[in-house]
């Protein structure tokens, strides 16, 4: 079932059910795209995947999450963007651009003064990230505004379609989740203000591109942290995306402070499927296209979870910085399940502190790497990727961890 094509609602094909998760790449010079993005999603597009899904292009400077962001919010860079998603659509892959502002997510070298819908600040973070302040009203409209141009923009440029971020604690999540969001006007309070601004974003966008563009989202299950965003709220998002008509959800979990996508028990990485449980309660409200993603390694897996009728495409993100061409591998019969180890120092204080930051600046080292024309190296050392990160950041850069 891994190689069988997937039509979406819009009427646009994938050619199998291989759907290459967002990573963040931090490949970007000065907030432009890079022949090194290009390098690498012509790589993966080689590879046999169906889709595959940019990592974070933000709409905005001061939306930024990390120095090395792509930002998109003019017409500056189209050629380059463009050459970027015809790499991506190389052998028909479907190549989608994952729209994004990190909130009050900014460390303090990107964005001194972050935004956020409240003045709250994430707990753990300081030295690397300021407390946020509050966003206007008329601040929230523009930042709708900046969504559907950087959409528009992308059509423009050639992708395939977009897929709005509205996980992992960054702006979008923070409007949704109760603990981020104490707002009392239209934005904020009941569940219906606190959607109300991926809802305006993805009405925006779906009414000024074309039908067959396709629009998805990003969404957690939950935040999986007290007085977050639960799964009855996410489950309640769902029905009402599904009711607007969106081409496609992707279901993942966690924030800067309970990144869930790194911290996975054994006993769940053994399962593979992190969300199953979840995308059985989805299947049973919603007929939306739904893609899960975190764990799946094994060729079993993957299939299983497809006949099941649980998802209708298959998720799967940091094998593929290891294993570029995976799905060719699954056809032909060369692929070997992929044991994704924790990246750890074998100091135990330090990976207590910086296992989730290790992790994460690891697999982007596989990605460089990949952008240059190089093979992955799964060798490569965890202290390397430490002194790296301590030069270009100093001690704060191992306050967070991102999922």
Not at 41 to 69: C, F, H, P, Q
Not at 123 to 152: C, H, S, W, Y
Request: net charge positive.
């Amino acid at each position: 079932m891994l190689f069988q094509p997937f039509t979406f609602p819009n009427g646009t094909t994938a050619k199998n059910r291989f759907f290459k998760s967002a990573m963040e790449e931090q490949l970007a010079d000065n907030n432009k795209p890079t022949q090194n993005l290009v390098n690498l999603y012509r790589t993966w597009a080689k590879g046999g995947a169906g889709v595959l899904v940019t990592g974070n292009v933000m709409i905005n400077k001061e939306g930024k999450g990390s120095v090395n962001d792509v930002v998109v919010s003019n017409e500056d860079d189209l050629a380059m963007l463009t050459a970027w998603a015809d790499a991506g659509k190389t052998d028909g892959t479907l190549m989608i651009m994952q729209i994004n502002h990190a909130g009050k997510q900014s460390p303090k070298a990107v964005n001194p003064v972050p935004v956020a819908p409240s003045a709250v600040p994430l707990i753990g973070m300081d030295g690397f990230i300021n407390p946020p302040r509050e966003l206007a009203g008329d601040e929230i409209l523009g930042l709708i505004d900046g969504f559907v141009k950087t959409a528009q923009i992308a059509q423009k440029a050639g992708f395939s379609g977009v897929q709005i971020h509205a996980a992992h604690g960054y702006l979008i999540s923070q409007f949704l989740s109760p603990h981020h969001n104490t707002r009392t006007d239209e934005w904020g309070g009941c569940l219906d203000n606190r959607m109300r601004f991926l809802i305006k974003i993805y009405e925006g966008i779906r009414a000024s591109v074309r039908p067959d563009f396709l629009v998805g989202v990003k969404l957690n299950s939950a935040d999986f942290q007290k007085g977050g965003f639960d799964e009855n709220d996410s489950l309640a998002v769902v029905e009402k995306l599904s009711q607007m008509g969106i081409d496609f959800i992707e279901i993942s979990g966690g924030n800067y402070e309970s990144p869930q996508m790194l911290t996975a028990k054994q006993s769940t990485k053994e399962r593979e499927a992190f969300f199953i449980d979840y995308a059985k309660k989805m299947k049973k409200i919603s007929q939306v296209p739904l893609i899960i993603t975190g764990g799946f390694r094994s060729k079993t897996a993957m299939n299983e979870a497809l006949t099941s009728g649980d998802l209708d495409l298959v998720g799967i993100a940091r094998p593929f910085a290891l294993v570029p061409d995976l799905p060719n591998q699954i056809q032909n019969g060369t692929y070997r399940t992929l044991a994704t180890n924790r990246i750890q120092t074998g100091a135990s204080f330090i990976d207590k502190k910086a296992g989730a930051m290790l992790e994460m600046n690891w697999y982007m080292a596989q990605m460089r790497l990949i952008g240059e024309g190089k093979s992955p190296n799964p060798k490569l050392s965890a202290w390397k990727v430490l002194f790296k990160t301590l030069w270009e950041n100093g001690k704060a850069g191992l306050s967070t961890g991102r999922s």
